[in-house]
């Protein structure tokens, strides 16, 4: 099967915003783009009930939907490849089967049935964290390029798959890449016999950060790196890293979180908050470690 971003469209502002992300990537990955509409009929009739000619009438809004969106991919980037695709389900379901055959899935932050004051629709939240590989979400009024892509990490093995695409997104737009690896203090350092044990967190913070990027480093020898080890809360250091990123990468959940718990508390709040697009990669259903630095 050719490779394909997806992208889902309801005709909305933030799907539009969505389209253009997703056209762009497409053309600097070499794939084709898949423009995807999710017939819902639960909002207009239930099943066993069916309003004469309301199935109709989605069907016709939803082929117009995806024409418009087609046409403006193409306008956007005449060298794209366009499928559409009409499907009838919730959009959280048609969508997340569409990630299963995707290099990634493109969404935009709320769509037509979100309250206008609200940051972030309900299907982003479901998608993001519980699909296999990258959820990009994207938030429309966004035009400037910073030509900076930043990625969050942790200690832990979650934040691998999101480094992998970092770094793959990095090399795509031939810009840099900012780790941020936002640690805080554990709460044994602070008790009186912790002495001069201070300092020897911070080395043992920054000595993580630097195995988790040494295999990335190695792979991706051409894309620049910044390494921002500093001593704060994850969230806020994130937010505003993303004011001046054209990319925020983040992994589905970290050491923070509660193993039930898919997507995870840090995760969340970039999706609310952040300025710009962001992205949630969960590892696939073949691997999720990352590169290994060689050992000689």
């Not at 490849?81 to 389900?89: K, S, W």
């Not at 290099?103 to 206008?116: D, M, P, S």
């Not at 964290?129 to 966004?142: D, E, K, L, N």
């Amino acid at each position: 099967m050719t490779e394909s971003i997806a992208v889902g469209t309801d005709g909305s502002a933030a799907a539009t915003a969505a389209l253009e992300w997703a056209v762009d990537d497409a053309v600097r990955r070499g794939v084709s783009l898949r423009i995807v509409h999710a017939m819902d009929r639960w909002p207009h009739d239930l099943v066993e009930f069916p309003t004469p000619g309301r199935s109709g009438q989605l069907e016709c809004f939803g082929e117009q939907v995806l024409t418009e969106a087609a046409k403006a991919a193409m306008e956007r980037r005449p060298d794209v490849r366009v499928t559409t695709e009409l499907i009838e389900g919730t959009p959280s379901d048609v969508l997340g089967g569409q990630a299963e055959t995707a290099v990634e899935l493109v969404v935009g932050n709320r769509g037509l049935g979100g309250f206008a004051g609200s940051l972030l629709g309900s299907v982003p939240v479901r998608l993001a964290g519980h699909v296999s590989g990258a959820v990009v979400v994207v938030r429309q009024g966004r035009a400037e390029v910073y030509g900076e892509v930043v990625v969050g990490v942790d200690g832990s093995a979650e934040c691998d798959p999101a480094l992998g695409f970092a770094f793959e997104q990095a090399a795509l737009r031939g810009c840099g890449l900012r780790v941020v690896y936002a640690w805080q203090m554990p709460l044994h350092a602070f008790s009186p016999e912790a002495g001069g044990d201070i300092e020897e967190i911070r080395r043992a913070q920054r000595l993580v950060a630097e195995e988790r990027l040494a295999g990335w480093q190695e792979r991706f020898p051409t894309v620049e790196v910044v390494s921002e080890v500093t001593r704060a809360r994850p969230v806020p250091t994130l937010l505003a890293a993303s004011a001046r990123a054209d990319l925020l990468v983040v992994g589905s959940r970290g050491l923070g979180a509660v193993g039930s718990v898919l997507l995870g508390s840090v995760s969340r709040e970039v999706l609310h908050h952040a300025r710009g697009p962001v992205a949630v990669v969960r590892s696939t259903r073949s691997t999720g470690r990352g590169p290994r630095a060689s050992s000689g």
